[in-house]
């Protein structure tokens, strides 16, 4: 039983007592493993069955909603509703993705037909926020898409999507800081980089250096621990007068708009248009913050789906009329890469509103670091519950009911990085990680609904593990083609089977379960349509991107066999010895997820 964010009867971690025996969370590495290098010696010659063990654990939605939170000393309070959820859904998605990386992409990628790219990344990302949506639902806890696969795909496949899931927060917060800076010097009438110090040595992608960023990112930091709620207060404020700027940038750009400069349309072809819509991806991201927040939402099953889904779509129209305004209004081949709508007004002859398009812009930056700074410091406090990273970091203040510590470290890593990287460097790999995590989060769903372990038989496990294989299998398939400019035989080959796949799901697995309050539609073609979008968008991202996303997926590689492994799977293993039989059968009760299965019909 859970009170006042402890076992009441024990548990482990934060505070928690049982049989006399006190696991603080400020404890870095309180796991059995690291308390002499004799227990870690012999914690790493197991590591093979270990790992095997991790592989192919699943948590449960019980484990994740009630026992986790127990760990972080404190609940973090129950204050938002439906209205704060939609507009910090606007606040976290409307920032630098459409005021800076809209001139970047049409410029360099796709032209006017940038437009078209916010409709594919758009459409994408709405795919996503439906699955993002009945997890957040069923399993409404701060550590949003890690802890879904942690429940249907195990704790391996949760840590590798985690570490890049914090890979994101650090690098989003950097890109979105520096282009504050931007905006900021060209409402002080300075040039975007003017603020910067340039150090020529360090070369261009990382000699910008960029102290202004690092300011913003604390100032804001500091308002999202203060209190959750007030941050919502801010938030919609923000945001409201961030609205009426938009408006105004629409409505005195078409009035000033020249049709000629909409010709060429698509000057890139077909190719920059996906080109631009894997990196404007960057400019949707902001909902996988908001579904952070589930685990203090009053009602979920009515909170969250409003505030996704509405605030998504909003806010794909109106990237859409914005990015049809600055094309209409200035030459793409002229656009500037660092404050586009700014220097857009000034050669139209309406000079005096680029200081209302900075000062919108700042506004929409502002919110969008302030819902990325929350949603950062609960995926890192989730995380750190399963012990997979110091424990430390799940500390919820008993004051404030926020994750300090967690805030304060993942805001710190992003200033290093806002600091001195560009925002293009940061933009690219930025979408990697999102479009990876996004396909993990598809699959889990289409595991959600097909298999529930005592119900689903070997049989259908075998098909839906078989379906899966060849819905991925084409899509990435579709991907490479598209990367390396193949033929059509590949598409032909590719796209058939992914219908296939598909096919055979629908008609041949029956779904194992039932969403207890709102599902995704269109099971399995939409979450498999998610998988096949994200795919083709990954394979138009550049190679030193991959590159970068390899090195860093290696390096969680090492850090989990070295640490969190060991971490992961001491706690696990306490964990059932403390809950003893009769407690961890009632975890158990509901199936392989927490929950009694419901085999339903397609």
Known sequence: MVEDGVFKDGGINGGARRRGCTIHANDFFPEESFKSWDNYGKAFLETPLRLKNRIVTRSNDHLE?????????HQMRKTLNWWDMAWFGIGAVIGSGIFVLTGVEARESAGPAVLLSYVVSGFSAMLSVFCYTEFAIEIPVAGGSFAYLRVELGDFVAFIAAGNIILDYLIGNAAVSRSWTSYFATLCNQGPEDFRIIVPSMGPDYGHLDPIAIGVLIVVAILAIYSIKGSSIFNYIASILHMLVLIFIIIVGLINANPANYSPFAPFGIRGVFKASAVLFFAYIGFDAVSTMAEETKNPARDIPIGLVGSMVITTILYCVLAMTLCLMQSYKTLDIHAPFSVAFTVIGVDWAKYIVAFGALKGMTTVLLASILGQ???????????????????????????????????????????????????????????????????ALLVRRYYVGGVTTKGNQIK??????????????????????????????????????????????????????????????????????????????????????????????????????HASYDTAKEFEAKCGAKEWNKVEEGGENGVSPTPVSN
């Open 464 to 565: 839906l593990i078989g379906s899966i294989v060849l819905i991925v299998g084409s899509s990435t398939g579709v991907s490479v083609n598209w990367a390396v400019d193949g033929s059509w035989i590949g598409y032909a080959i590719c796209f058939p089977l992914w219908v296939l796949g598909t096919l055979f799901l629908w008609l041949g697995v029956p779904q194992a379960k039932k969403p207890t309050f709102w599902g995704v539609p269109l099971v399995p073609w939409l979450p498999s349509f998610s998988i096949g979008i994200n795919a083709v968008l990954l394979g138009t991202i550049d190679k030193a991107s991959f590159t970068r996303f390899g090195i860093w997926t290696g390096f969680l590689f090492v850090y989990y066999l070295l640490f969190g492994l």
């Open 65 to 73: 909603v009630v026992e986790m939170k127990a760990r972080s000393h």
């Open 377 to 443: 410091a609960r995926y890192l406090t989730h995380i750190s519950r399963t012990h997979m990273m110091p424990p430390w970091f799940a500390h919820v203040d008993e004051k404030t009911g926020t994750p300090i510590n967690a805030t304060i470290v993942m805001v710190v890593a992003s200033s290093v990085i806002a600091f001195f990287t560009k925002l293009e460097i940061l933009a690219n790999l930025l979408s990697i990680s999102t479009l990876f995590i996004f396909m993990l989060v598809a699959i």
